[in-house]
Nanobody, 129 residues
Framework: QLQIVESGGGLVQPGGSLRLSCAAS????????IGWSREAPGKEREGVAC????????NYADSVKERFTISRDNAKNVVYLQMNSLKPEETAVYYC??????????????????????WGKGTQVTVSA
């Protein structure tokens, strides 16, 4: 059974950086789309970044391009989200999700989706002085 655990969240000052990790167990991430989404209080969940575990192709929300980087370590079954130049409005719970590679177009190719098949419980990121 697939289990997804996010880590690396915390409190960071505006302009600072954090690296989130997404560890999957129970099922290999081979042939998967892995995505990050976030949900701020009172707002809808939005897709932030996504990656193909096979090709390494990525996609990002416009709001995070040039600042966030998603990467994978297939050997460790882990996906990372490096977040730089963080802004207070990016305070949210960040979730890691997984879907089948055949869902690529819907879940990542057209933009990072907030509707992947499986999600972790999230990690809190707070950007504040």
């Amino acid at each position: 059974q697939l289990q997804i655990v996010e880590s690396g969240g915390g409190l960071v000052q505006p302009g600072g950086s954090l690296r989130l990790s997404c560890a999957a167990s129970g099922v290999s991430l081979d042939y998967s789309v892995i995505g990050w989404s976030r949900e701020a209080p009172g707002k809808e969940r939005e897709g932030v970044a996504c990656i193909s575990s096979t090709s390494g192709s990525t996609n990002y929300a416009d709001s995070v391009k040039e600042r966030f980087t998603i990467s994978r370590d297939n050997a460790k079954n882990v996906v990372y989200l490096q977040m730089n130049s963080l802004k207070p409005e990016e305070t949210a719970v960040y979730y890691c999700g997984v879907d089948r590679l055949m869902s690529w177009r819907r879940t990542c190719g057209l933009g990072p989706s907030a509707e992947l098949a499986s999600w972790g419980k999230g990690t809190q990121v707070t950007v504040s002085a």
